[in-house]
C-alpha cells in the first residue's frame, strides 16, 4: 500500500494501540444479529473482510435491554451476547485489525414493542415526529417515559457493565453513541430535555450525564480505550437545539479532561446553512475545542478526506457507506481504484447480499472463499 503521499493511508497511534492506516470504519447498524441479539458467524466474516481499516467501530451495540429499539441488532449486556463477540474480535484480530465497540442506548427512538408494552425512556417525556422500525413494520413513535432522577446512576452503571463486557470480548475499546438523536443527544439538546433537575436546563446540566458516563467508562476500562461520538448539528431523529455551538462547544472542552482516545464528530446530513448556531462544517468548527484526537465522519471521499487531514482539521477520517459496498477500502484509495456502489434495499436485515459479496479488487477465488467463509 503506498503511504508517501496519501495522508489516509499513515500509521497513526490512538492511545496505546497504532493503526495501520487512517480510514476508519464507521459504525452501520445492518440489522444482521441472531437470536437474542447475539454475534453471529456473518457478522464476524462481515468484519473480518474489512479488517484492513486503521480501525472498526462496531455496529451500534446495546448495554441493556432497556436501551434497545431496533429489530436484529446486537446488544453486549449478556454472556451469551459476550460470548458471541469473540468470534468476532478474534476474526478481526486475526487480520492484524482494530476493533471498537460502540455502546449504544436509543431512549426515546424505540417502541414499547421491544419492552414488553412498557414505554421507551428519555430525559423527557418528549415524543419524536416520524416512526419505529419494528419486526412487525414502521410504527408511530410513542411519547417516552422521563427517566426519574433516581434511575439515571443505574443507567450509567449500564454503560459501564457494556464497556467491561466489551473488553471481555477482546475489543480494543468502546465508542460510548453519543450521536443522532439517541439517549446521550437527547440529554444534550434542549429540544429534547426539558428536565428541571440537575440534568437539564444549563449547558452545564444538560452535558451532565454525557460527562458522568463518559467519566464512568474512563474508571472502568481507562481513557486510552474510550471514544465518544456527538453530532453537533445533527437533526436525525427529530432532534434540534436552541443553540447547539454553545452546549456543544461546551461539552466538548469539558470531555479534554478524560484524556480520550478519540472524539467522533458527525457532520450534519442536511443542509443547516439557514438555521442560527449551526455548524455547516462541524469538524472545523469544534476542532479548536479539543485537544486529542478527532475523527470526522459524514460525506467524505478519498479527495476530501486527504484533504482535511492534510488541513490537521481531522487526525482520522471514517467512512460508512463506502466501506459497506469496498471491504477493501485503504486499497482501493491506495490505488486510486474504481469502487463498488453501494445498494441501500439490502442495508438492513437479510442474509449474505449486500453484506458479504460486495467484491474486493483484487481477488482469486481463494480469496473470496477465505473472506465470506
Known sequence: MDKTNNPLLKNYKLGDITLSNRVIMAPMTRSRAGDGNVATELMAAYYRQRASAGLIISEGTQISKQGVGYPWTPGIHSDEQVESWKKVTDAVHEEDGKIFAQIWHVGRISHPYFHNGDLPVAPSSVKPEGQAFTPEGMKDFVEPRALETDEIPGVITDYVDAAKNAIR???????????NGYLIDQFIQDG?????????GSKKNRARFALEVTEAVTDAIGSNRTGIRLSPSGEFNDMYDSNPKEIFTYLIEELNQFDLAYLHLVEPLSDVSDKPNYASRVAECYRPAFKGNLIACGGYDRESG???????????????????????????????????????????????????DYPFMNEDEKDKEKAIA
Open 306 to 356: 486527504m484533504a482535511i487531514l492534510q488541513k490537521g482539521t481531522a487526525d482520522l477520517i471514517a467512512y460508512a457507506r463506502l466501506f459497506l459496498a469496498n471491504p477493501d477500502l485503504p486499497e482501493r484509495f491506495a490505488a486510486d481504484a474504481e469502487l463498488n456502489k453501494p445498494e441501500p434495499d439490502t442495508f438492513y436485515g437479510g442474509d449474505k447480499e449486500g453484506y458479504i
Open 169 to 179: 470480548a477482546g475489543f480494543d475499546g468502546v465508542e460510548i453513541h453519543g450521536a
Open 192 to 200: 429534547t430535555n426539558k428536565r428541571t433537575d440537575r440534568y437539564g
